[in-house]
């Protein structure tokens, strides 16, 4: 018919045309369109169920507030305040990702990001851009092609066991993915609902009607279709622009006083809120933001930009809460609204590098109120020069920071690392080799966390890299593949949940980079060192500032004005989400939050247990100081470190959740 575009439905959950650029429902039936629940008081059932996810990336528990989140704040009051909250470790958004996606850990998931290596082919596919994907060197998973590229790699089992979102098709719930490239996508890899994402629009359904509805797509996601970009269109990744100071790597928080990802998340909510969710209603949707993440990593947390970063997207819950209400949904909806991790900010100890001012483009004198210069760290150049009889390998090749590297109390500039093209202030490590040798290493660096593969799986390699990382303190708790035994000083993989069954893919070594929680930058509490370079804010250490994050909920199923002061964790999201919606995830190892819902256990019929474990001693080491690079010079009063890691265990009715709380290493 004449000004009617027909657009081609990919099953019955999706079927829609457009008329006159408005979306109408094809089946209100199918697509649950009925917003309003008319069976008498009390929740719906699960049929008549619409559930929102919506990640916040990085909120830290102390950010929400009435001045930065006031919606945050009345959904909080209103609803349920999960008090004890604890992110999946490593504290990275690819591996929270995957727990969301599946309620279980690593261990049972077999999922390892945000950055990881597989000893793979150079050219293994396309990325989103289009780029090949190198799986010879470590790849970053924030990509739908490189996922695409390794579940390849792994015969289509990226990620072991079933998902939230499989579940919810196999039972013919319309779903939809939103948000983040590679995080949201983890959620419905297989393509089996609705994706909007920033370099993805799929099906061809949505991606018809995005255009249809005026809005312009994302810059990539043409691509897709086998169509070009067009040269005009957004690229929503939240990465641009930040302030810098004169050396053109190091973010300026004194200038920075916006978020750079706030422009590209309302893109994102505005597509969600005028054309998927109007023309689709999904029955569960998840929706994952960049803020107050990027921005954090940018300028670090506390500060004017990440300050700027938490109104943005609260003002677009805000957005989200009324379209929401203006489709009928309210009754019917329940909403969770839950961070990936928590947050810190990048430096080393203030006693070693304290705090100085910023102006002019450059760094000034010592000031408590000022801002970190020091905290990075690269763990492939140190093992170099340590000269250990060991290569190390990371596949970031030439790596220019001058401010962040160390800047001493007095006023000395570290460098740690070899020197690129004769540039003060540059690192360099070779790529991985497509043959690596028997006292090789890959250091995979992320952020707070590393893993470290030994492809020999040679024991005393494994022992004299272990023995390194303890005599310096850029490094913090050490864990350890079972295939070698108890080696002084560290705890096994299985303390964390890292190691599957069979050992299939686990890296044989991973190090949370020293933190100290109570550290205080720009009035906020908790500082690490990190292995990404540029960044003044950085998550994936054992740190409580980063393990313990945000979730509150509200909707017909939630108690109101209930704070939860039981231990939980992102793995229970899935389970909760499944049990709201009626449906079955027998592999899991998260639990049903039923304390919070209504009519829900008590929470005197929980009981609860903090454990501390501590690992043997490993003694007559040389503590290396961060100050000094080369490692001539230790630190005479330690010679000794050792491992405490906490956890809580709740237990009821025969079953059992353990969360950990964090870790720490003990040098003395």
């Known amino acids: ?65 009435a001045e930065d989140t006031p919606n945050l704040v009345r959904l909080r009051d209103e609803g349920v305040l999960f008090q004890e909250h604890h992110a999946t470790y490593p504290t990275l958004t690819m591996m929270n990702s995957a727990a ?29 851009t289009g780029a090949p994907v190198d799986l010879q060197q470590p790849v970053f998973t924030e990509d739908y092609g490189v996922l695409d590229a390794l579940d390849g790699f792994y015969g289509g089992r990226l990620v072991l066991g079933g998902t939230l979102f499989e579940a919810a098709q196999k039972a013919g719930i319309s779903t939809a993915a939103v948000g983040k490239v590679g995080a949201a996508y983890l959620q419905d890899r297989r393509r089996g609902g609705l994706i909007l994402e920033e370099r993805l629009v799929w099906p061809r359904a949505l991606f018809e009607a995005v255009q249809a509805a005026g809005l312009p797509l994302p810059y990539f996601a043409p691509l897709a279709f086998g169509q070009s970009p067009d040269a005009g269109a957004p690229d929503p990744t939240g990465v641009g622009p930040v302030v810098r100071l004169a050396d053109g790597v190091t973010p300026d928080p004194t200038r920075g006083l916006v978020s750079p990802s706030n422009p590209d998340d309302a893109y994102l909510m505005r597509a969600l809120t005028e054309v998927l969710l109007p023309g689709f209603r999904p029955r569960l949707l998840l929706v994952w933001l960049r803020n107050p993440d990027t921005t954090e990593h940018a300028y670090g947390p506390g500060t004017a930009g990440s300050r700027d970063a938490l109104l943005g997207q609260d003002a677009l819950l805000g957005q989200l809460l009324k379209a929401v209400d203006r489709l009928g949904f309210s009754a019917t909806t329940d909403v969770l609204v839950v961070s990936d991790h928590g947050h810190s900010s990048v430096s080393g100890p203030l006693g070693l590098f304290p705090l100085r001012g910023l102006a002019d483009g450059g760094v000034t004198s010592v000031d ?10 690269r763990t492939a150049d140190l093992l170099n020069r340590a000269q250990l009889g060991l290569r190390a390998f990371d596949g970031l090749g030439c790596v220019f ?29 070779e790529a991985v080799p497509s043959a690596v040798g028997p006292r090789d290493v890959v250091v995979v660096a992320n952020g707070g966390s590393e893993y470290l593969y030994v492809p020999s799986h040679d024991a005393e390699v494994v022992r004299t890299l272990v023995r390194f990382l303890q005599s310096r303190e850029e490094y913090g708790p050490l864990f350890v593949a079972r295939r070698y035994g108890e080696l002084a000083g560290t705890l096994p993989l299985d303390a964390v949940r890292l190691e599957t069954p069979s050992g299939e893919r686990t890296p044989d070594v991973v190090v949370s980079l020293a933190f100290d929680a109570e550290a205080l930058v720009q ?19 054992t740190s409580p500032r980063d393990v313990h994050n945000t979730l509150i909920a509200k909707g017909p199923h939630f108690r109101r004005g209930f704070w939860d002061t039981l231990p939980s964790g992102n793995v229970d999201i899935a389970p909760t989400v499944a049990r709201l919606l009626g449906l079955q995830l027998p592999s899991v190892d998260g639990r049903v939050l039923e304390e919070a819902l209504q009519d829900g256990r008590t929470l005197e019929s929980y009981v ?11 003694d ?25 890691l906490e956890t809580r265990t709740l237990r009821w009715a025969g079953q059992s959740a353990t969360y950990l709380d964090w870790a720490r290493a003990v040098r003395d």
């Open 1 to 65: 018919m004449e000004g009617e575009q027909a657009l081609m439905p990919v099953s019955p959950e999706y079927e829609v045309s457009s008329v006159g650029g408005r979306l109408l429902c094809a089946s209100l039936l199918a697509l649950g369109c009925s917003g309003a629940h008319r069976g008498g008081e009390g929740p719906p059932p699960p049929d008549a169920t619409r559930v929102i996810v919506f990640v916040w990336d990085g909120l830290r528990p102390d950010s929400v507030t």
């Open 100 to 128: 969301f996606a599946t309620g279980s850990y690593p261990a049972r998931n077999a999922f390892y990001g945000n950055t990881t290596w597989v000893a793979g082919r150079p050219d293994a596919g396309r990325a989103a």
């Open 368 to 377: 408590a109120a000022g801002y970190s210069v020091s905290g990075e760290v």
């Open 401 to 429: 920071s001058p401010v962040l590297s160390g800047i001493t109390a007095s006023g000395e500039a570290l460098y740690p690392g070899l020197r690129c093209a004769e540039k003060p202030g540059t690192s360099r490590v």
């Open 523 to 541: 009035g906020v509490p908790g500082t690490e060192y990190s292995s990404s370079p540029s960044n003044r804010g950085m998550h994936g250490s």
């Open 608 to 618: 609860e247990e903090t454990h501390r474990r501590t690992s043997s001693t490993a």
């Open 620 to 644: 007559g080491l040389h503590i290396r100081l961060s100050t000094d690079p080369d490692g001539g010079v230790t630190d005479p009063r330690h010679t000794h470190y050792r491992i405490e």
